[in-house]
């Protein structure tokens, strides 16, 4: 009987941009942009979006993955988040979410009228048509993958919570690139460079890349890829995550047309 070869051991958890295959489907994409707008997705701008949330959830799950790792665990829970976040604010990204996940409970801040009383939250209407939070279990498979990734686990709460974010964050993508399609380009954005303690700054982004995106080409009917890049620099800020995800967006459809 033949030895087989041992499979060689991987160094680290492995990042979204060796990843074979995007675990958001550019299918899964469409459905999303379909309930924000009727405009035409091409592929590569799908494949662009897909990309773009897969290399944001695979920062904050590897966030995630260090904090649980200081208490020697491999299982990630809700606090691990909260965690990640607070280390790195690039990563607080799909806000939306966080009224409707108890992990934030008590984060987001508690509103008090004139007398100090407090103003109970808005209670959650009831609409026909399917929000980002309504969806957000379309994401579970994905998060799953990229949770399989980085070699951990997590409890269903932090599934859940990944799941809303990722749904938020698309919904919000999906808003920009319509806006950058409407107005003819960016019209707004600007670089903040995040630093943290006892880190080196990052290179400054290019700006000729912003200003590349600054005006688009084409119709008004149809989001390209460009548009998913424009509406990249409106979603992150300008630091480090920013520039891996349209680095990796570009990769991603870098053997598909732009438009």
Do not use: C
Request: net charge positive.
């Amino acid at each position: 009987m033949t030895a087989q070869p041992a499979r060689p051991e991987r160094s680290g958890p492995e990042t979204a941009s060796v990843m074979d295959v995007s675990p958001f489907k550019p299918s899964l994409v469409k459905a999303v942009f379909r309930d924000v707008t009727p405009m035409h997705v091409s592929r590569s701008a799908a494949m662009a979006a897909a990309s773009v949330t897969r290399t944001v959830l695979t920062e904050i799950i590897d966030g995630a993955r260090r904090a649980a790792a200081e208490e020697a665990r491999k299982k990630l829970f809700p606090g691990d988040l909260v965690s990640a976040i607070d280390r790195n604010v690039e990563l607080e990204v799909g806000d939306k979410w966080y009224d409707h996940s108890p992990t934030f409970k008590g984060l987001t801040g508690v509103l008090y009228d004139a007398e100090g009383v407090i103003v109970p939250s808005r209670k959650r209407s009831r609409s026909r048509k399917p929000s980002a939070v309504v969806g957000a279990h379309r994401f579970e498979a994905g998060v799953k993958k990229l949770l399989w990734s980085q070699r951990v686990t997590a409890v269903p709460a932090m599934v859940r919570d990944l799941d809303g974010i990722a749904s938020v964050f698309l919904t919000d993508l999906a808003r920009e690139a319509v806006m950058v399609v409407r107005e003819g380009g960016v019209k707004r954005f600007g670089t903040v460079t995040l630093v943290m303690p006892g880190e080196p700054a990052p290179p400054p982004f290019l700006k000729d890349s912003l200003r590349a995106l600054s005006a688009r080409r084409g119709d008004r009917r149809t989001i390209g890829r460009d548009d998913i890049l424009a509406a990249t620099t409106i979603q992150l800020f300008g630091g480090n995550l920013r520039q891996r995800a349209l680095t990796e967006a570009r990769e991603a459809t870098q053997n598909t047309s732009a438009g």
